[in-house]
């Protein structure tokens, strides 16, 4: 079965500063991962998503991220940090069977400090 | 495109009592799934149909739990007997064929 890793429950970024959120996954075979953002009281909102291809896929709202998959990771990241982006983001792998389901880590609180 | 609705966005309910939640999912999509967020969780899993049709159920999904989708348009999710254990945040999301899933706001559950 799969499963995600989110080892960092809180980050504290300074507003303008970089980031990078860790998403370790577990799966047997190629990954379908995606990262989603929810603010309080809000579903949950695509950021950006990894089929296959290029290693590095662009998202929404200026952020990125990476497979690894070396290091069963996809870490999103943002070169500059705005206060809106105060949220929690969510990793998540899809099942193999195309994904019908998803099994998400537990989540990211990202902090933006002025 | 409204997005995936549902309703009630809160429900307050006494142990004991049935509740009912309602998914209407984006209008083209065909699949619709039902997830379960509990503080400080990710969602989990709980189902999925194909139209009408309930493909996929989790071991999370207790004999007190149905969900249908009789038209393959809207769902509903019903727990009876509720127990304080199921306060969570119970979200639907759909998708077109194996798209990506779009989430609605959510359901908010508290059972006193």
């Known amino acids: 079965a799969q499963s995600v890793t989110q080892p960092d429950i809180h980050i504290t970024v300074s507003e303008g500063a970089s980031l990078e959120l860790r998403c370790n996954y577990s799966y047997g075979a190629t990954p379908y991962l995606f990262w989603y953002v929810q603010s309080p009281g809000q579903g949950l909102q695509l950021l950006l998503k990894?089929?296959?291809?290029?290693?590095l896929v662009q998202g929404i709202k200026g952020f990125e991220a990476e497979f690894k998959r070396s290091q069963s990771s996809f870490n999103l990241r943002k070169p500059s940090v705005h206060w809106s982006d105060a949220a929690e983001y969510f990793c998540?792998?899809?099942?193999?069977?195309?994904?019908?389901?998803?099994?998400f880590g537990k989540g990211t609180m990202l902090l933006v400090s002025p | 495109d409204t997005g995936v609705s549902q309703n009630p966005r809160h429900k307050i309910t006494k142990r004991g009592q049935n509740v009912t939640f309602r998914c209407d999912p984006i209008s083209e999509h065909n699949r619709l799934y039902w997830y379960r967020q509990t503080l400080g969780q990710g969602p989990e899993f709980l189902t999925y149909f194909q139209n009408e049709a309930q493909l996929e159920k989790s071991r999370l999904l207790s004999d007190r739990f149905s969900a249908e989708r009789p038209k393959g348009s809207f769902s509903t999710l019903e727990i009876q007997r509720t127990e304080q254990g199921d306060s969570a945040m119970y979200l639907c999301a759909s998708s077109l064929d194996q798209g990506t899933q779009y989430f609605g706001p959510g359901t908010r559950l508290l059972v006193l």
């Open positions: 990894y089929f296959s291809g290029d290693t």
């Open positions: 998540a792998v899809g099942a193999d069977s195309g994904y019908s389901t998803l099994t």
